[in-house]
Structures are given as structure tokens and as C-alpha cells.
């Protein structure tokens, strides 16, 4: 359930920056993008314990490294993705 939630949270958070793109300044959709991207790492790195628990094929791994790595993660695809997109915007524009 921590991860339904989870990403319930990451999601609205990167939806809201994407949506409201026009309306709020860069700090706060930085601000959303890093926040929506801790709780989908949180999510996933919940998920990879859940796994982890239900195969035994690993040792359950510790939950805040996994969750920092994970974020970390995220972030680099956030920026990666916000990068191409405005390279397609200034490209068409």
C-alpha cells in the first residue's frame, strides 16, 4: 500500500509541474520535480524490497540507500527528459 500511495504522490507532483508549467516560477517546479522525484524513488526502492521479500532470490535490501539511489535516479531521468523537451520547444519555436 506504501507504494500505491507512493507514487500517487510523485505522480500528481510531476503532473502539476508539467500542467502548470506557464503559471509557476522555475524554483517552485524545481521544487516539485525534486519532490516528485525522493517519492518515486521512495516507491520504488519499497518495491524492490517487496520483491526482494517475496522471491528470497536476494537478501532484503536496507530501505534509505536504496531509496537515496533510486531518487538520485529519478532525478537524472527528470532532468534528462525536461532537457529534450525544451530542446523540441526551442526546435519548433
Same mark, same amino acid.
Given at each position: !500500500?506504501?507504494?500505491?500511495?507512493? !507514487? ?65 535516479? !529519478? ?19
Amino acid at each position: !500500500m506504501h507504494f500505491v500511495i507512493c !507514487m500517487f504522490i510523485a505522480f500528481i507532483c510531476l503532473i502539476t509541474a508539467v500542467l502548470f508549467a506557464e503559471v509557476f516560477p522555475k524554483w517552485f517546479k524545481a521544487v516539485l520535480a525534486l519532490l516528485g522525484s525522493a517519492t518515486a524513488g521512495y516507491a520504488i526502492a519499497i518495491f524492490i524490497r517487496k520483491i526482494a521479500m517475496w522471491t528470497k532470490a536476494f537478501s532484503k535490501p536496507e530501505l534509505l540507500p536504496t531509496a537515496g539511489i533510486c531518487a538520485a535516479i !529519478m532525478l537524472i531521468i527528470v532532468i534528462i527528459v525536461v532537457f529534450i523537451l525544451n530542446k523540441k520547444k526551442t526546435k519548433t519555436a
